[in-house]
């Protein structure tokens, strides 16, 4: 069966066919990074613009890298939540014309479960993974706008079990880099600074939060204030200036502190994705379940600590570990085409009702 996906509920136009909810046929992404960059953030209108513009020949490109006629494709799905409104009715729209006019079953799925998908995903043709290989499951997404941890016992309904309070860890990753003076984009370069043979992740005493005792949030908020202020000092703060005052200005941020800042800062991130999942993870087993996988996508599964730690607390967990190759990482459409594959098996079809919904559904 192949399913054509289109994405559009950000910044990225993108659409993908996908045979068996697994085989990937083509996945094209056109960005509107230039477009956005100058901003310093996306401008929802000119992300609906742009989707309006990149909609049509995107959807060619990956039917033509598919080589496929439409009269092929055998249903049509839509990321349909959560996302820009704007930006999620120009590929909602789309994907209805495509579905009515082709009468073709349509397919809406929730971004944030879709990401959860990603690391299912394969451009070779191989047998998909049953679901006594990966359910019960443990499922992690980390993007620039969501941090969530789920349990799910199929692909249907996906369980929220704990989300970030402030940032999304993408979010704290380009304000830091925007902190350290780096370069847009700011998550991946801070990660390859990071990455310099040499850095010391010990440079600062950084915040890993735990919230309570039992919580499955996150907030990175703290350790993001942390940052500036090993950055750029407190200076200002009224307590410095009594003659009792310890206060010392941190040094300055040479490229050596810039690179030590980067590998400091990473460490406790990542320790604190880890962290979570340890709690989830022995929740679940208190609760009765018995979790055999462990799913992850969104952007920040791209990161190269994150990627050594997810493997190592898999392995140590006993648990299958399905984590995304890099380019089905960020926003794609194959994600959405693979999902919609299960929900279709399942006879979850919409009609032309369906709605674009800026929230996720749990
Ligand atoms: O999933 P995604 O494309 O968009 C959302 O749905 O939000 O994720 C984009 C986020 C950005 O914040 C970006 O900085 C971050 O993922 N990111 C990374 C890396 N690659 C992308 N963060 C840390 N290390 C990376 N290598
Ligand atoms: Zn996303």
Redesign the pocket.
């Known amino acids: 069966m192949n399913v054509l996906g289109i994405e559009t509920?950000?910044d990225?136009t993108a659409a993908a066919v996908v045979r068996d909810g697994v085989e990937v046929l083509s996945s094209i992404v056109s960005s509107q990074h230039d477009i956005h960059t100058k901003f310093g953030g996306v401008v929802p209108e000119l992300a609906s613009r742009a989707h309006c513009e990149n909609m049509l020949p995107v959807v060619d490109g990956a039917l033509r890298a598919a080589s496929l006629t439409p009269d092929a494709i055998d249903a049509i799905a839509v990321g349909h939540r959560p996302g820009l409104i704007g930006s999620l009715l120009v590929g909602v729209a789309a994907a209805k014309a495509l579905a009515w006019s082709l009468g073709k079953p349509l397919i809406g799925v929730d971004?944030v479960h879709a990401?959860l998908y990603a690391g299912l995903l394969s451009d070779a043709k191989h047998a998909a993974a049953s679901d006594a290989d990966v359910f019960p499951a443990v499922g992690l997404v980390?993007?620039?706008?969501?941090t969530s941890i789920y349990g799910l016992s199929s692909w249907l309904d996906p369980k929220r079990l704990g989300a970030t309070i402030d940032d999304?860890?993408?979010?704290a990753?380009?304000k830091v880099?925007t902190i350290l003076g780096l370069p847009y984009?700011?998550?991946?370069n801070?990660?390859?600074l990071a990455q310099t043979p040499g850095a010391d992740e010990r440079v600062a005493d950084l915040p890993i939060s735990r919230l309570s005792p039992t919580s499955l949030d996150f907030s990175f908020s703290g350790l993001k204030t942390a940052m500036l202020y090993e950055v750029r000092g407190v200076p200002d703060h009224p307590a410095h200036h009594r003659p009792e005052s310890r206060y010392v200005p941190p040094p300055p941020l040479t490229d050596e502190r810039r690179r030590d800042l980067a590998a400091t800062f990473q460490r406790a991130a990542t320790k604190t994705i880890t962290l979570k999942l340890e709690r989830a993870l022995s929740q679940m087993r208190d609760a009765g379940t018995k979790p055999v996988s462990l799913l992850t996508?969104?952007?920040?599964t791209?990161?190269?600590r994150?990627r050594r730690e997810l493997e190592g607390f898999a392995a140590a967990s006993d648990l299958r570990l399905f984590l995304p190759e890099l380019k089905y990482?960020?926003?794609n459409a194959a994600m959405i085409a693979g999902l919609a594959y299960h929900h279709y098996l399942a006879g979850r079809v919409s009609d032309l009702s369906l709605e674009p919904v800026p929230t996720t559904a749990c």
């Open positions: 509920s950000c990225e971004h990401h980390v993007s620039g706008g969501h999304a860890l993408g979010e990753y380009d880099a984009p700011g998550g991946p801070l990660d390859r996508g969104g952007g920040v791209a990161n190269s994150l990482c960020v926003d």
